[in-house]
């Protein structure tokens, strides 16, 4: 059963969960994404730019699956939007811990009716506990 989606839900935070960044994730979302770019590619040449492994892409993160912190039922929902701030780049070899808290809901009457708009913070942050990126995701329950 769906939770109800209002006010309440605001705050609300998951379970941390942890993905390992794997070098062959890192190149086959680059190759998904048609970005060519030998940082995400070579481990040689991210090396010689100075990064401890292959670099991930900025929206690798979108493969980290994150429960939400509420149940919605899926057949409802319509990705709006998405962003990404980094404090740091995500390597290959990394294990990044991920939550996400509910940062807002508000109701707005569509042209098919009414809708839920819910904006979903995923905070990730390596084994040190130091951040890493901070993602921004804008969903609409119809």
């Given amino acids: 059963m769906a939770t109800q989606l209002d006010e309440s839900v605001?705050?609300?935070?998951?379970?941390?969960?942890?993905?390992?960044?794997?070098?062959?994730?890192?190149?086959?979302?680059?190759?998904?994404?048609?970005?060519?770019n030998p940082l995400y590619h070579d481990e040689a040449h991210a090396r010689a730019c100075g990064y401890a492994g292959?670099?991930?892409?900025?929206t690798f993160p979108t493969t980290f699956r994150v429960a939400l912190p509420i149940e919605i039922d899926a057949a409802r929902i319509l990705h709006g939007e998405q962003e990404y701030a980094?404090?740091?780049?995500?390597?290959?070899?990394?294990?990044?811990?991920?939550?996400?808290?509910?940062?807002?809901?508000?109701?707005?009457e569509g042209s098919l009716g009414k809708m839920t708009i819910v904006v979903i913070e995923t905070t990730g942050t390596d084994r040190a506990g130091q951040p890493v990126f901070t993602g921004t995701s804008t969903i609409i329950v119809h």
């Fill in 54 to 58: 292959l670099l991930a892409p900025p």
């Fill in 86 to 108: 980094y404090t740091r780049p995500i390597v290959a070899g990394d294990v990044i811990r991920c939550a996400t808290t509910i940062r807002s809901v508000r109701q707005r």
């Fill in 10 to 36: 605001v705050g609300m935070t998951s379970s941390p969960q942890e993905f390992e960044v794997e070098r062959g994730a890192i190149r086959r979302f680059a190759e998904a994404v048609g970005d060519p």
